[in-house]
C-alpha cells in the first residue's frame, strides 16, 4: 500500500544518507593520511574501518589515490612515507571478503618490500595471494608480481644473505619467476639482489637481466 512505499523510500533515502556520511569520512580520512604533514591526530583503525564500509566507486578512488602516492613516493626516495598506505590497504583487503581484487594485495606488498625497513616475509605472502588471485599471468599480464616475489625470496634467503648460492628448492623457485619477468621484459637492471643473486646461480640470464629496459 501507500504507507508501505513510503516506508521503504524513507528508509533507502536513510541509508543513502548514511553510505553518504561514510564515503565522505573515508575520503576525508584517506586524504589526511596521504597529503597531511601532522597525521598524528588519524586514528588508524576509524581509517581501516571507514575504507572498508565505503561504497564500491569511493573504494576505488581512495585505491588510486593511495597508489599513486605510493608510487610517488617510492620514486621520489621518501620511503618513510610508505607506511602511511598500510591502513588504506589493508581496509580495502578486509573488505574483499571474495578476494576478487589482487591490485590491493600487490600494493600493499610493494610497501612491505620497499619500506625503509623492509618486511620482505610480509612481502612474500601478499605477492603470493595476489598472484594466486590474478591467476596465469599468460592470460592475465601483471608479470612484475612474479619479479617482486622473487625479490622477496631472495631477501629472505640465507645462503645469498651469506654469499653462497641457494639450494635445489630456492633456485627453481626464484629462477621460475624471475624468468616471467624476463620472458615480458620487465625493468631489472637496477635490481642490485636479482642481479647478484643470478651471478651466484645463474649466471646465464645476468647479461638478459641486465638487458631489460624501463616500458
Keep these: ?69 605510493r608510487r610517488q613516493w617510492f620514486y621520489e626516495s621518501k620511503l618513510s612515507r610508505l607506511d602511511r598506505t598500510i591502513p588504506i590497504f589493508k581496509g580495502l583487503i578486509e573488505s574483499d571478503v571474495e578476494q576478487q581484487f589482487h591490485r590491493n594485495y600487490a600494493q600493499l606488498g610493494y610497501v612491505y618490500k620497499d619500506r625503509r625497513q623492509p618486511d620482505y616475509a610480509k612481502a612474500l605472502e601478499l605477492f603470493n595471494k595476489a598472484i594466486e588471485i590474478r591467476g596465469p599471468h599468460q592470460k592475465s599480464g601483471y608479470q612484475i608480481y612474479e619479479l617482486c616475489r622473487a625479490i622477496s625470496r631472495i631477501n629472505l634467503d640465507e645462503n645469498f644473505n651469506n654469499h653462497r648460492p641457494s639450494d635445489e628448492k630456492a ?7 624471475i624468468d616471467v619477468a624476463l620472458a615480458a621484459q620487465i625493468y631489472m637492471s637496477e635490481e642490485k639482489s636479482v642481479i647478484e643473486w643470478l651471478k651466484l646461480n645463474a649466471n646465464d640470464r645476468v647479461s638478459l637481466a641486465e638487458r631489460t629496459k624501463p616500458k
Design 1 to 69: 500500500d501507500v504507507e508501505s512505499i513510503r516506508l521503504e523510500v524513507l528508509k533507502f533515502s536513510e541509508a543513502q544518507k548514511q553510505q553518504s556520511e561514510i564515503d565522505a569520512s573515508a575520503l576525508s580520512l584517506a586524504s589526511q593520511i596521504l597529503t597531511g604533514e601532522d597525521i598524528s591526530n588519524v586514528s588508524v583503525p576509524a581509517l581501516i574501518k571507514a575504507v572498508k564500509e565505503a561504497s564500491p566507486p569511493v573504494k576505488v578512488q581512495i585505491f588510486y589515490q593511495a597508489k599513486d602516492a
Design 171 to 177: 633456485v627453481k623457485d626464484i629462477l621460475a619467476d
